[in-house]
């Protein structure tokens, strides 16, 4: 796939948490955190990326980390751009052949500012033109699910910072629902809980290290308990305490609650006959929020539906966004030849 002027063109999975670059015949080949450090005073970046984390909580008071995104959607432009065009020079250190055509995917139900501003973000990083696809579409063909069939097909994209869910039927969205709860609530879930129960202040990424480590979503086969390390909120002094996988778990049962009420709303809003294909085919999940330890198991339990895992839930979306591109391509040139 080779725009006009002989430049690949690129897929961009710009998430909250992680952006993923996808190039034509070499696959993913940029996957970093969608985090910027950067001067206070001037706004000039220091570090963009995985970088950008490593100093995250360590940094002098004239440096800050920021998140450009916050909940799927640009809320700092300047340095959305100056990472994004960061990372496509990363992706394609050799643009002699012309600027390349970005398709970007973006949350459902995003406005129209919103949209200009990813659209302007792909321009500012240096593409020649670019084209927009909706989370759950690309969630839903990088999956390989027969959308364009008449049936129903039921994807759940469980991201950083929002959670899509979206019943896709002959090539568009029945019903959807796009929700502010992903892998960030569950982080300040843990936060909160460690703050509360032990009066321990947890930072970003030890809370997602315990989330990994100890999250999950129902009762596991075998519970263990870990020492978590913070700062205790009362004396100041470095402290550590014993949790366990239990405790977690009711740290975690807002956010996840909020998951599972999102697609319960979306099967709600779908037409009967598309709902019994759903139960039929079962729940394709993908996006990081997936992989907390028995999310599965708990979405069955709730739903009585079969649950379908993917091999690559981090990257089936931006996978999806390719071929989303191949063959809008080959609707337009189809197009073209009828007109």
Request: aromatic share 4%.
């Amino acid at each position: 796939m080779f725009n006009a002027v002989g430049q690949r063109d690129v897929a961009i999975d710009l998430g909250t948490t992680n952006t993923l670059i996808y190039v034509e015949g070499q696959g993913v080949i940029l996957s970093e955190p969608s985090m910027v450090a950067r001067d206070k005073a001037t706004k000039e970046p220091i570090a963009v990326g995985t970088e950008a984390k490593f100093m995250m909580g360590r940094t002098p008071a004239n440096i800050e980390v920021i998140r450009p995104l916050s909940d799927g959607v640009i809320t700092e432009f300047e340095a959305c751009e100056q990472m994004l065009r960061y990372f496509v020079a990363k992706a394609l250190p050799n643009r002699r052949m012309g600027k390349p055509r970005m398709v970007i995917c973006v949350p459902s139900g995003i406005t129209a500012v919103e949209h200009r501003s990813v659209r302007d973000a792909a321009e500012f990083a240096g593409a020649r033109d670019s084209v927009i696809v909706e989370e759950p579409v690309a969630a839903a063909i990088g999956a390989g699910l027969p959308i364009h069939h008449a049936a129903g097909n039921l994807v759940m994209d469980i991201g950083g910072g929002t959670t899509e869910v979206a019943v896709l039927s002959l090539g568009g969205v029945v019903s959807s629902r796009s929700d502010k709860v992903g892998g960030l609530a569950m982080d300040k879930a843990i936060i909160d809980y460690a703050a509360k129960e032990y009066n321990l202040a947890l930072g970003e990424r030890t809370a997602e290290e315990i989330k990994i480590k100890l999250g999950s979503a129902c009762p596991m086969p075998t519970e263990f308990e870990a020492e978590i390390r913070g700062r205790d909120l009362v004396t100041g002094l470095p402290k550590t305490v014993v949790t366990t996988t239990a405790e977690i778990r009711e740290a975690l049962s807002e956010p996840v609650a909020a998951i599972l009420d999102a697609l319960k709303f979306t099967l709600d809003a779908t037409p009967p006959e598309l709902a019994a294909d759903c139960m039929d085919r079962g729940i394709t999940v993908v996006g990081g929020g997936s992989l907390l330890a028995g999310m599965d198991r708990r979405m069955n339990i709730e739903t009585g539906m079969p649950i379908r895992k993917v091999a690559d839930p981090l990257e089936v979306v931006v996978v999806g966004s390719a071929k989303f591109l191949a063959s809008y391509d080959s609707l337009q040139a189809l197009a073209a030849a009828k007109s």
